[in-house]
């Protein structure tokens, strides 16, 4: 399957606000602001279903697949792919789901099961809210250091939070993610205990 014509993107205001913070030395150790055309992004469509749902599984495991696969049905909007042109093959996946305080769907997905009651033990959605979960689905990799790849990957989710403000922010990353101390610098603070799908911990951080 040949690669998306979609430009590489990044979008400015979250390229803006980690230029700003680049010289501090806290910051860079999250992020390489590497270039490249290796990966691009790209808008989920249909026709890669297949090979993102294999690319999930041997990331996190069947499970999460399985919920992948829900979502990929009944949020298409919500993922982004990053196409891997070297390979010719998705490399990771973004997804932004919005749910309510009484979305049954997410009572299947453990992860969205988890934001939902703690939202409503913290800060019950007003009637036409909605919070976001972000979920990061790569290789095991991609969560261990700063990469092409993974600045692609954080900028979008930097972009939810700056441009589209929802009444809670979630972010699920495995944990013990690279990224830990970066989320609590965007005062995104990890809920405890860790949230486990297929074996995999998954450590939220929410912000209100």
């Not at 590497?34 to 690319?55: A, S």
């Not at 979305?103 to 019950?124: E, F, I, K, W």
């Amino acid at each position: 399957m040949s690669a998306p014509t979609c430009p590489h993107e990044l979008l400015p205001a979250p390229l803006a606000f980690t230029n700003l913070h680049r010289r501090n030395g806290f910051v860079s150790r999250f992020v390489a602001w590497e270039g490249g055309d290796r990966y691009r992004e790209m808008p989920y469509r249909r026709g890669i279903r297949d090979e993102v749902l294999v690319l999930v599984a041997a990331a996190e495991g069947g499970a999460s697949a399985a919920e992948a696969a829900h979502w990929l049905d009944a949020q298409p909007r919500a993922f982004r792919g990053y196409w891997d042109t070297s390979a010719d093959a998705p490399a990771a996946v973004v997804a932004r789901l919005r749910l309510s305080d009484s979305d049954t769907d997410a009572l299947t997905d453990p992860l969205g099961a988890a934001a939902q009651q703690y939202a409503q033990a913290h800060r019950p959605l007003r009637p036409q809210e909605r919070l976001s979960l972000g979920r990061v689905y790569a290789p095991t990799s991609g969560h261990r250091a700063a990469s092409a790849l993974m600045d692609l990957m954080i900028h979008r989710v930097l972009a939810t939070f700056m441009l589209r403000t929802p009444a809670w922010s979630f972010v699920a990353l495995t944990s013990g993610s690279f990224l830990d101390p970066l989320m609590r610098y965007l005062d995104q603070r990890p809920v405890r205990p860790p949230v486990t799908v297929d074996e995999t911990s998954f450590t939220l951080y929410p912000h209100d």
